[in-house]
Each structure stands twice: as C-alpha cells, then as structure tokens.
C-alpha cells in the first residue's frame, strides 16, 4: 500500500522559513519523479515544483521559484520543500505528490 506522510507544517512569520518533508513507502521511490502541490482556501490544486527520479532536473512554479527548493533523499525516501521568504498570500495546505495519488497535507500558515 502506498504511503505519502506531509510534516512540517505550522505558522510562519512573513519573510520566514519552513521545511516540509514527506515520508513516501509502499513503492520504489527511487524511481519516480515527486511533486509537491498545494492548496490554497477556495481555490483548486496548484503544482509547486517537481524533482526528477535522480534529483536532477527540478521544475518550480513562477510564483515560488528562487524562494523554494526541492530535494529528495532516496536513501531515506523522503522528499524534502524548504519554503524562504514566505509571503502572507502562500497560506495553503501541501500535499506530496507521486503519480495520481497524494498525501493527508500539511497546512502552512503565514502570520500577517
């Protein structure tokens, strides 16, 4: 059975910083490009960013990228997104992505 577990989450102060993880199990995680998206009260799912099988090649949506970073440790199968200099408008619960299927969420919230 696949397993995605979100951690985290929490409250931030504008500008700060935070490091979600997630757990993945159930499949070869080595293998399998990883994603982390997002949902933001009263709108649809957003893709974040994205990490090839290896951590090569990373893809970011334009709102986040140069203050986002993903990464993945294959060895721990766990995917990594570090969140700098959070804007109070990237409240959203995020959920780590593999193929179709996603996890519970964490819920990041930004101070005003």
């Known amino acids: 059975e696949v397993g995605l577990v979100e951690s985290g989450g929490g409250l931030v102060q504008p500008g700060g910083s935070l490091r979600l993880s997630c757990a993945a199990s159930?499949?070869?995680?080595?293998?399998?490009?990883m994603r982390w998206v997002r949902q933001a009260p009263g709108k649809g799912l957003d893709c974040v960013s994205s990490i090839s099988a290896g951590g090569e090649t990373t893809t970011y949506t334009a709102s986040v990228k140069d203050r986002f970073t993903i990464s993945r440790d294959n060895t721990k199968n766990t995917l990594y997104l570090q969140m700098n200099r959070r804007k109070p408008e990237n409240r959203a619960v995020y959920y780590c992505?593999?193929?179709?299927?996603r996890g519970k969420g964490t819920r990041v919230t930004v101070s005003s």
């Open positions: 159930g499949f070869r995680f080595s293998s399998y490009t």
């Open positions: 992505g593999w193929r179709a299927t």
